[in-house]
């Protein structure tokens, strides 16, 4: 056994083999990354030139930004202002076509009433007396009504009591209450005509 011993020692080995080295892959030192202290403040020192890069163009495409919101701003004032006075005009105008429309709707308003009244006075004058204006009837009787159009009507379209009924010689015209306590009071209940 000793001499397989010997043999073993006295040959090399085949292939060599290498130490695993841990390289941190935040800073690149000889410790795993778990084990950075750039990683526990996050100063990533590779990096800054690239994030600087970043952060410029950012800062340049926020600028522009700003500008064009500026000038939108600026432009939608003006679209705001030209749309005022837009509406302005228009409200003035229709102001104006409607006062004109009215004066003139007024004017052949008037002209129509007056054309009215002159109809109305020229076809009353020549007619003579309304039928509401009574002419006395001297004799104090009613014989005949004629109207407007000349038709006569004769006598009086209410009954008139016959002539041989006097209420004074009537006894049913009057009755008498004839109790003695009520002898005071008369009640005069006139008869129905029949």
């Given at each position: 056994?000793?001499?397989?011993?010997?043999?073993?020692?006295?040959?090399?080995?085949?292939?060599?083999?290498?130490?695993?080295?841990?390289?941190?892959?935040?800073?690149?030192?000889?410790?795993?990354?778990?084990?950075?202290?750039?990683?526990?403040?996050?100063?990533?020192?590779?990096?800054?030139?690239?994030?600087?890069?970043?952060?410029?163009?950012?800062?340049?495409?926020?600028?522009?930004?700003?500008k064009i919101k500026k000038m939108n701003e600026?432009?939608?004032?003006?679209?705001?202002?030209?749309?005022?006075?837009?509406?302005?005009?228009?409200?003035?105008?229709?102001?104006?076509?409607?006062?004109?429309?009215?004066?003139?709707?007024?004017?052949?308003?008037?002209?129509?009433?007056?054309?009215?009244?002159?109809?109305?006075?020229?076809?009353?004058?020549?007619?003579?007396?309304?039928?509401?204006?009574?002419?006395?009837?001297?004799?104090?009787?009613?014989?005949?009504?004629?109207?407007?159009?000349?038709?006569?009507?004769?006598?009086?379209?209410?009954?008139?009591?016959?002539?041989?009924?006097?209420?004074?010689?009537?006894?049913?015209?009057?009755?008498?209450?004839?109790?003695?306590?009520?002898?005071?009071?008369?009640?005069?209940?006139?008869?129905?005509?029949?």
């Amino acid at each position: 056994m000793t001499a397989i011993l010997k043999q073993f020692q006295a040959t090399p080995p085949l292939a060599s083999v290498k130490a695993i080295e841990e390289i941190c892959v935040t800073c690149g030192g000889a410790h795993p990354y778990y084990q950075c202290l750039a990683a526990i403040g996050n100063t990533f020192l590779e990096f800054q030139d690239t994030i600087q890069g970043y952060v410029s163009a950012a800062a340049v495409n926020y600028n522009q930004v700003e500008k064009i919101k500026k000038m939108n701003e600026i432009n939608i004032k003006a679209v705001q202002t030209q749309i005022n006075n837009v509406k302005n005009e228009l409200r003035n105008e229709m102001k104006t076509l409607i006062q004109a429309s009215m004066s003139n709707q007024t004017g052949e308003l008037k002209n129509m009433m007056a054309s009215f009244f002159q109809m109305n006075t020229a076809s009353t004058s020549d007619s003579g007396p309304l039928p509401s204006n009574t002419i006395a009837n001297p004799k104090g009787e009613l014989k005949a009504i004629t109207t407007r159009s000349g038709l006569v009507l004769d006598g009086p379209s209410i009954p008139i009591p016959p002539p041989f009924i006097n209420p004074d010689e009537d006894e049913r015209a009057e009755e008498t209450l004839t109790d003695p306590e009520l002898a005071e009071y008369t009640i005069k209940v006139p008869h129905p005509l029949v």
